[in-house]
């Protein structure tokens, strides 16, 4: 019996399998770097630099189709339950990855609404939040790279970090809100970024869930902690 066309199409399908891996580890890294960029132009009050990390959200636009067009092509040769895990978690975390790239284009766009107003020390404080966040989106990405679910646990608990420092420069800018009614305008652009950063946070741990259920289908992860307290906050 000749296995050369059954060779053939187990070797085409694991090329498209590596495809869509390289497309959404690309994806991210471009949305990672978008963040990172984001967060540069706040610093320096580069209202030129954010234009361009608004502009380049489109690519995350145009790669998350493309990975939803090979995740299908994919689907349809008939995989099996751990290939439809994959693609499953494939199109999630594009669409996790897509939305970090809109939250770095937010907040370079609240960038340039910050620089009419005088500089913040508070901007520091942002930049601290940002870069757990960064840390936190590249590990996953490694994580989801190496197929690594322990080091998405690791991750997924490590949110916990971010909600607490998002929590304490939100309490840090609600009192200087207070104090000063003159920052009031600048201050709510930074809670805004802040607020942006937190939600990137919970997009990483969303990726971390989904490279968890890759690994091991639908079964529970452990419970982890929770620290964003702004709901409460006075």
Known sequence: MNSQPHDHILKSHDEERRILLEEILRMGEIAASQLEAALDVVERRDGKAAERIIANDEEIDALELRVSHDAMKLALRGPLARDLREILAALRIASDIERIGDYASNIAKRSMALNLSPPLPHTRGLGSLGRLVVRQVRAVLQA?????????????AD??????????????????????????????????????????????????????FQEHGEGPMPPREKRDETSSAA
Do not use: Q
């Open 144 to 156: 989801y790279r190496d197929g690594d679910a322990m080091a998405a646990e690791t991750i997924r």
């Open 159 to 212: 949110d916990a970090e971010i909600d607490a420092a998002y929590t304490g420069l939100f309490r840090e800018l609600l009192t200087y809100m207070m104090e000063d009614p003159r920052v009031i305008t600048p201050c709510t652009h930074l809670l805004f970024m802040a607020k942006n950063l937190e939600r990137v946070g919970d997009h990483a741990t969303n990726i971390a869930e989904n490279i968890w």
